[in-house]
Structure formats: C-alpha cells, structure tokens
C-alpha cells in the first residue's frame, strides 16, 4: 500500500448480499480513522462486522508471488477496512506479511493465494513478453485498423496450458471518436478474439497467472479510462468460448 509496507486486496460482499444496500448499511457503522490525508482516508470496519458482510476464510493465510511467479512472502490477514481516495472508495482486506528482501519489495504488482487454492497452481508456470513490432502489424491488419490508431498492446508467450500466445491491443479509432480494446490469441499464422471491450475503458496490462480454467490461464487485467486518471483490476476467465471479465478479484473453488 502506497506510503506503508502493507498488502492489501479489495474484497466482495458475500454473493448472497446486495453490494449497494450493503455498502450504504456498512459506512455508517465505520471505527475511528486509520490514515487521513488530503487525498485518502483510511477507516477501520471491526471484526464482527466484516465477518457478517465478507467471506474471509480464503484471506486468513495468503501466499503472494511477484510477476515472475516466484514466492516472494506469506501474508496473513489482519484487518478489513474502508479505502476512499479522491476517485473511489472500497472495502479492502490488509495484511501482516513475513520479512522481505529490498528487491522483492521493489516490485509494483503481485498476486497471492489462499492455502485452498496454492496445491491447485500449475508447476513451473513463466510467462514472457514478445517483440511487439511485426505483431502489432500483424493484429492491426487483421483488425482493419491503422497503426496511428494504436494506443497499448502487449504479447505474451505462455508456457502452460493451451493458450501459448495472448495479445492485447487498444485503438482510438480517430475517424469516429471511439475506443475500441482486444484481448487475442495467436495459433500459428491464424488470430482470433478472445474478448473485445468497446466504449470507454480499454486494455492497458495484463498478467496471466498459473491457475487453468478450461485449460486456459487466468489474467489479472488492467484496464483505464483513456484521458482520466481511473485506473482498475479485473479477472479474466476463460469459460469455454471467451475471456469474460469479473469484477471480483477472487476466484471460488
């Protein structure tokens, strides 16, 4: 967490529970303030409440790797709270993590795993990033756009499961004032789409990390608002046909 050596995750109501109702009964009842600044305010929710909205059992223990997928720390959960910056608020879980080396602390994005999930993780999973050049040419003519239209893309080649080659490109299409966001595979000479955002949020990264549903890897994406200062995380999950993109940052097992 920005300006402390914590970990946090955002977590979900219980998917019995309404998410607005819910919210509206939980921020009256908030404890005393954590942090405030001129930009964020940090308050405290007490046990008793977070284990009536939240499902904790998988954030009790909680190992977390870096992008490379290497084990970097075991987190456990230490209190939920109430995050609100000038853009947002959420609920979010914060943890207490074992000692660090400077190198791994450096590091800007990680993922963890509950016990229940860790056994479950495929071996020897790496993932690495490809020349963009002639794929970006090659994605672009397929998609029938122009190269001044692209904004991001990124490829990767994966080392497990069915899915060796994954793109993501964003385009500003400039003749019509629109955005247009691919996540794509790549089998030999032939791509095709595995999901396509339109509107206003784009692809700007994605991390694939070593968990296969349907013998296809789950990706931690981001995803912005072009021109604005909105940055958010979601899963991707394969389900059989496409990519689709959850919200919840969790995965049930």
């Known amino acids: 967490m920005q300006g402390t050596d914590e970990?946090?995750?955002?977590?979900?109501?219980?998917?019995?529970?309404?998410?607005?109702?819910?919210?509206?009964?939980?921020?009256?009842?908030?404890d005393s303030v954590i942090t405030k600044e001129y930009y964020l305010t940090r308050r405290g929710l007490s046990k008793e409440l977070a284990e009536k909205y939240f499902n904790l059992q998988n954030y009790q223990q909680v190992v977390v790797f870096n992008q490379s997928h290497d084990k970097v720390t075991t987190c456990r959960l230490?209190?939920?709270?109430?995050?609100?910056?000038?853009?947002?608020?959420?609920?979010?879980?914060?943890?207490?993590?074992?000692?660090?080396?400077?190198e791994s602390k450096s590091e800007l994005v990680f993922y963890g795993t509950s016990a229940q999930l860790s056994p479950k993780l495929v071996d020897k999973f790496k993932h690495e990033e490809l020349t963009k050049n002639q794929l970006d040419k090659n994605i672009i003519n397929f998609l029938q756009y122009n190269k001044d239209d692209l904004m991001k893309s990124k490829h990767l080649e994966i080392k497990k499961g069915n899915l060796k080659k994954v793109s993501i490109l964003s385009i500003e299409d400039l003749e019509n004032f629109t955005y247009q966001s691919y996540m794509l595979e790549h089998n030999g000479n032939r791509v095709s789409i595995l999901k396509q955002l339109k509107g206003d949020y784009v692809f700007w990264d994605l991390l694939p990390v070593p968990y296969l549903i349907h013998d296809k890897p789950v990706f931690i994406v981001e995803i912005i608002i072009p021109d604005s200062d909105y940055t958010g995380y979601m899963l991707a999950i394969y389900n059989g046909a496409e990519y689709e993109l959850q919200n919840r940052m969790e995965i049930s097992i």
């Open 78 to 102: 230490h209190h939920v709270e109430y995050y609100e910056d000038m853009i947002d608020g959420m609920f979010i879980a914060v943890f207490d993590h074992e000692e660090m080396d400077d």
């Open 7 to 30: 970990f946090y995750t955002t977590i979900s109501f219980k998917p019995e529970l309404n998410d607005s109702t819910s919210r509206s009964e939980l921020i009256p009842q908030l």
